[in-house]
């Protein structure tokens, strides 16, 4: 039996990086995380690496 990722896509909006391609959801009552709007993939890193799934780069501060 495989256990598939949530999607987060469903789960709720906090705020979107500079440019909007990234979002920060809420996946509990205190924890959050960024997720690429390209491709939906948690964990993305917004301010340095982007998505290590599908490429998309890191908003420029």
């Known amino acids: 039996m495989t ?3 949530p999607d987060l896509f ?3 909006w906090l705020e979107d990086s500079k440019t909007g391609q990234f979002s920060r959801v809420a996946i509990g009552n205190e ?3 960024w997720r ?3 491709c939906g ?3 993305a890193d917004p301010y ?3 998505c290590d799934n599908c490429g ?3 908003d420029a501060y």
């Open 56 to 58: 998309a780069e890191a």
């Open 36 to 38: 690429c709007n390209t």
């Open 31 to 33: 924890d959050s995380t």
């Open 41 to 43: 993939q948690g964990e």
């Open 48 to 50: 340095e690496y982007g």
């Open 10 to 12: 469903d789960y709720e």
């Open 3 to 5: 256990t598939q990722a």
